[in-house]
């Protein structure tokens, strides 16, 4: 049987021609402190998530739902970010996200590249390059380098459907390392 995702992906990042050095060579990176996206029409963007919270009713079977924070792809190789705040010296991560992500993470490296990161931060200025996110990455959870507990370690009798992965566990960077990350991928990817 064929590897449909690798059909898939080899369908949708078929590549025509590689850059040249030249090219290469005449591109000039250049680091802002302007964001390079930026949300124009902030009620519209608004307006658009409550018009999608409106597609589950109640009565349905289906429930839940969740987003994929930041996907960045080049070349046909990804990098995934999720964004969770901390709560207790902890992010939250439900359980059917992390199998979604565990199994995308998986069918993205059969055929490609993939790096999928779980941030957790306070309240943040990610305009402020010195201000600090934690980090882990899905190969680390995989390796089991992070706990998989759903089970709060402070109190045993709360368990949820949910995992809970807790600061210690993650690394501590700035937002411009984090940037120096992210580009370093996008590297590995030409």
């Not at 964001?35 to 429930?63: P, W």
């Not at 960077?173 to 030409?190: A, G, N, P, Y």
Request: proline share 3%.
């Amino acid at each position: 049987m064929k590897n449909e995702t690798s059909d898939l992906i080899d369908t949708l990042y078929e590549k025509k021609s590689v850059p040249t050095a030249d090219l290469k060579m005449n591109q000039m990176v250049r680091k802002s402190p302007k964001a390079k996206y930026q949300i124009f029409d902030e009620g519209e963007f608004t307006r658009g998530r409550e018009v999608l919270g409106n597609l589950i009713v109640r009565g349905m079977l289906a429930s839940g739902g969740t987003d994929i924070d930041w996907l960045i792809e080049h070349n046909g190789s990804f990098v995934i970010l999720e964004f969770k705040g901390f709560h207790n010296d902890k992010i939250n991560i439900p359980m059917g996200q992390m199998i979604a992500y565990e199994r995308l993470h998986e069918k993205l490296n059969q055929a490609t590249k993939c790096y999928l990161y779980f941030i957790g931060c306070d309240d943040i200025d990610f305009s402020n390059p010195d201000s600090k996110v934690w980090l882990f990455e899905m190969k680390q959870w995989k390796l089991g380098g992070i706990p998989k507990t759903t089970r709060d370690i402070y109190d045993s009798q709360v368990k949820q459907n949910k995992f809970m992965v807790y600061r210690e566990y993650m690394e501590e960077i700035s937002v411009e390392q984090l940037r120096i990350v992210i580009d370093s991928h996008w590297k590995e990817f030409e």
